[in-house]
């Protein structure tokens, strides 16, 4: 059974930095994008980064560029959100997301496995 278990989530401060974590199971992800996508309450649910097999390609959500950081560790099967300069509209449920592919994408759609998801909470 193939599992993602996101950690890391919480409760912070406007302008703080926190560390989201997600590892997969079940199977291994290393020739597969991996992504972090979030939901607001009363919103859908949105893109935030995404990061391909290797490493050596990202993307990111306008409204996060050049705060967090997708990063990946594919001996230990996971994908890694860095959050810095944190604000309260980053508040949301964030889910970590693997597609079969291999490119970069966006899409909520292209995403085949899903995790339950961790609550961050930015404060202001």
């Known amino acids: 059974q193939v599992q993602l278990v996101e950690s890391g989530g919480g409760l912070v401060q406007a302008g703080d930095s926190l560390r989201l974590s997600c590892t997969a199971s079940g199977r291994t992800f290393s020739r597969n994008t991996m992504a972090w996508f979030r939901q607001a309450p009363g919103k859908k649910r949105e893109f935030v980064a995404t990061i391909n097999w290797s490493g050596s390609k990202t993307a990111y959500a306008d409204s996060v560029n050049e705060r967090f950081t997708i990063s990946r560790n594919n001996a230990e099967n996971t994908v890694i959100l860095q959050m810095t300069s944190v604000k309260p509209e980053d508040t949301a449920v964030y889910y970590c997301?693997?597609?079969?592919?291999?490119?970069?994408?966006?899409?909520?759609?292209?995403?085949?496995?899903w995790g339950q998801g961790t609550q961050v909470t930015v404060s202001s």
């Open positions: 997301a693997a597609t079969l592919g291999s490119w970069l994408n966006t899409g909520l759609d292209q995403y085949d496995y």
